[in-house]
């Protein structure tokens, strides 16, 4: 005896045409993300309060009370999961976005435990000779950076 399911698979409707690009694209805009994906993304709008109210040692079970109470409900591991993630996101991208810090650091001339601590004279690159950085006229610094910047000295 067969099933409804192998009489369905067995008739011979011809199979639906596949419909254009731009039907199956617009079909596709209306599917929404699920539950989950919406309430992270709803708490991820909300971060910044809710870092601050637990900063300012309120409850976490007071929060996510508040949030049950606007549509958001979240179990106390929902929470967390969802605010570790957000804070974790939200430090990748900073770090992302800040300039990388300095191979070596620049050495200072101030450093009393430099052996040249005390020096007047600054040393540029390129064959530039010693500047006396106190010359009162500013006429040989000047004209080492004329030298270095490739303008008339």
């Known amino acids: 005896m067969s099933t409804h399911?192998?009489?369905?698979?067995?008739?011979?409707?011809?199979?639906?045409?596949?419909?254009?690009?731009?039907?199956?694209?617009?079909?596709?805009k209306y599917l929404k993300p699920s539950g989950r994906t919406q309430k992270a993304a709803k708490f991820a709008e909300l971060f910044d309060v809710i870092e601050e109210l637990l900063a300012k040692d309120v409850y976490q079970k007071d929060i996510i009370a508040v949030l049950t109470k606007h549509g958001l409900p979240l179990a106390p591991a929902t929470f967390k999961e969802y605010y570790e993630d957000e804070k974790k996101r939200r430090e990748e991208k900073k770090a992302l976005a800040s300039p990388p810090p300095n191979e070596a650091p620049i050495p200072s001339a101030i450093d009393?435990?430099?052996?040249?601590?005390?020096?007047?004279?600054?040393?540029?690159?390129?064959?530039?000779?010693?500047?006396?950085?106190?010359?009162a006229s500013g006429s040989k610094a000047q004209s080492a950076i004329d030298k270095v910047a490739g303008g008339a000295a």
């Open 5 to 28: 399911a192998e009489e369905a698979k067995n008739t011979n409707t011809p199979p639906k045409p596949v419909s254009s690009t731009a039907e199956i694209i617009n079909a596709l």
């Open 112 to 135: 009393s435990e430099s052996p040249h601590a005390g020096d007047s004279t600054v040393q540029v690159d390129e064959g530039v000779e010693h500047v006396d950085a106190e010359d």
